[in-house]
């Protein structure tokens, strides 16, 4: 019966339910377009991060990570990448020699760190090879072919074949210098990569060097999830500090964890809104029906009850604007995850970011079902002070408003 | 064997009955030591200028408004020693509210206004069917049941509010100035539908009204003046 008079009531002044029920739509789709487009952020960044600069898994020699000396080098390599190419979750693996070194031009010089690579295990890792702009993936040069970033043959005034001198400290600690020759200029979408990184072959490095090893070998998988499987395969054949992304990098952690928060906190702004709201609106239907309310109490209604339509008023509002919000936002995120968000004109901004130019907005298939039920919880909170003034009312109105 | 008949015969006791507005500054006596008994069956209308105090009567018998002091005995219960869910209960089982504005559900149509209050009694349907049907015949409203208020008229949502009020069967009927809004046919007709539910049913019925053509047909009239009743006159 109360359910019954509580839905007829919705309708007794319809436009204004309908404004209740939109605002609800419009909350409830906003809040998932904006969830969609910031996890597009932080998919994107993190992607990239992955893709281009960390890789899923990275192994260390535990003494490099307190102090990255060239000299503290990854153990047992070779049983390492003889258990990784067996392994089906693993995509590519590329060793790496990274020595610190400065470069200088005939212009000007600047601190670097020069990772020494197979360049297919790395184009395979990183897609270094697609990110040329400009020259060849270590051709053309005979000897000592560089890679170099846009921002750095732009800081050092480099073209294509221009020579530079690479001065570091060979194995032996002793302050040594060689001579390259720019073979390529690439624009990586990892921005630590833009800014301090210069590529050479392994083989070079290492002669350069004086010794033959490897500091550092990134692991690209197949999934994120299998991150876990692939740390405990190699834990009994790695002698070193094997780590996630998440542990290489903690900024994308620190990135996924500041976006829940974010998330949480509009989620509360947004219904907070509703909620205020709500309670604008129904105390309105509720003081336009203090006659009526006064003359149910009159006639043997309990307050329980009075309470309770009010209450189930909203609540079936947020029943029929929660689902079509969800709806809406649904097929919003469904489109845009599949033609993409274009913010080409946001470009410059978002390549320093390392985020690609196209977004491609999505959301948790398990935040629909919370999102619902923050909807309800919304909707109860707001409707509560208009059913506590409801029941205050005295029957007695009734009869000294006739 | 006396006290319970007389008992069973008041359906309304007011033993000296006050209430006072505005007790600690300047009072004002709305009802002022009013004392009266009102029997089953009886057709009553409770009379008298604006402000003299007949719609506090009504509120205290209705148990809406607390007495100053003295008590209202409704069926041998003193509804001052009800808490307020016992006195909503009370009201409904035994309490007919007529309203001068009619006060009908709005979004309910006349069918579910008069059925409303055996709903919170919670009768069967078939119950609820039946009553509902025999009260809107003899109401003469049969023909509206699916109508909703606003597409009555004033004398047809009136009928309704009565039907509303006797169909959970209370002891009484307390009506405020039921006719106020209604023109001379519309009157007439609610109050030959009402005199007549009180011969064939024995429906207890108190009014407060000013109402000339309300007070021809009542069979007792009680004049209140200034919070005191100043006539009780029996026809």
Known sequence: MILSLSWKNIWRTRHRSLVVIGAIIIGVWSLIFMMGFYNSFINAFARNSINNEYSHIQIHNPEYLIEPDLATEIQNETAIRNMLVRSVSVEAVSSRRKVNAMIASTKTSLGVQVFGIDPDDESKTTNLESHLVEGSYFLNIKRNPILVSVKTAEKLKLKLKSKVVITFQDYDGNITAASCRVSGIFHSKAPRINERVVYMKKVDINRLVGHDGVNEVAILLNDVESIPEVINQLEPHAKDTVRSYKEVAPELNLMENSSRITKIIVTAIIMLALVFGIINTMLMAVLERTKEIGMLRSVGMHRKSIFTMIMLETILMGFIGGPMGLGFGYLTILILGKVGLDLSSFSEALDDFGIDTILYPSVETSTYPVLMFVVLFTALLGAIYPAIKAVRLNPLDAIRKI | ?235
Do not use: C, W
């Not at chain 2, 009266?36 to 604006?50: H, K, R, Y």
């Not at chain 2, 209705?62 to 001052?80: E, M």
């Open chain 2, 1 to 235: 064997m006396q006290l319970e008949k007389f008992r069973i015969m008041n359906v309304i006791e007011t033993n000296n009955l006050v209430k006072t507005y505005n007790p600690d500054t300047i009072p004002v006596h709305a009802i002022n030591d009013v004392s009266i008994n009102i029997e089953e069956g009886e057709f009553t209308a409770i009379v008298g200028p604006s402000g003299s105090g007949k719609s506090t009567l009504l509120n205290m018998i209705g148990g809406l408004d607390n007495p100053s002091s003295g008590k209202v005995v409704i069926d041998g219960i003193d509804i001052k020693n009800l808490n307020q869910p016992q006195l909503t209960d009370f009201r409904m089982h035994n309490i007919g509210f007529v309203f001068q504005s009619y006060n009908l559900i709005p979004v309910m149509t006349a069918k579910e206004n008069v059925e409303f209050i055996m709903l919170l009694q919670k009768r069967s349907k078939e119950e609820r069917d039946s009553r509902s049907a025999e009260l809107m015949e003899k109401m003469g409203i049969a023909e509206t049941s699916k109508r909703r208020p606003a597409q009555l008229s004033g004398g047809q949502q009136q009928r309704v509010a009565v039907a509303r009020a006797l169909a959970s069967k209370p002891k009484f009927i307390l009506a405020d100035e039921p006719t106020a809004n209604l023109d001379s046919q519309s009157t007439s007709a609610l109050l030959d539908i009402m005199a007549k539910m009180n011969e064939e049913e024995n429906v207890t019925f108190v009014f407060s009204t000013h109402d000339q053509r309300v007070i021809d047909k009542a069979k007792r009239v009680i004049t209140i003046v200034d919070g005191k009743v100043q006539s009780d006159e029996t026809r």
